[in-house]
Nanobody, 125 residues
């Protein structure tokens, strides 16, 4: 399993960015995809997850971020709207076996599952 993240960059508060997590073929058939972020000096946190038709969001991004998937492109997207400076972080996607519910997927430690490289999101005030 290989994951490639992209889409990070600089945005103003209130703006939007869309992150992409491109996976190797058939990954989405067998794995849930979680988005995580780590801000400087803070612990990594799970942000959102998609597992089949099920989606999950941590409370801080609920109704602001939207996770989706394009099976034909083997890609999962994280649309981030109404960005805030506190959304500034390195964002990562990870593939975890789809037998686990999203609530567990988002607790995955960095030495478990398959991880993409981080993409930096910076939100200016």
């Amino acid at each position: 399993v290989q994951l490639q993240t992209s889409g990070g960059g600089l945005a103003q508060a209130g703006g939007s960015l869309r992150l992409s997590c491109s996976a190797s073929a058939n990954t989405l058939d067998y794995y849930a995809i979680g988005w995580f972020r780590q801000a400087p000096g803070k612990e990594r946190e799970g942000v959102s997850c998609i597992n089949g038709d099920n989606t999950y969001y941590t409370d801080s991004v609920k109704d602001l971020f939207t996770i989706s998937r394009d099976n034909a492109k083997n890609t999962v997207y994280l649309q981030m709207n109404s960005l805030k400076p506190e959304d500034t972080a390195d964002y990562y996607c990870a593939a975890v076996g789809n037998v686990l519910p999203c609530t567990i997927v988002l607790l995955t430690p960095p030495d478990v599952g398959h991880w993409g490289q981080g993409t930096l999101v910076t939100v200016s005030s």
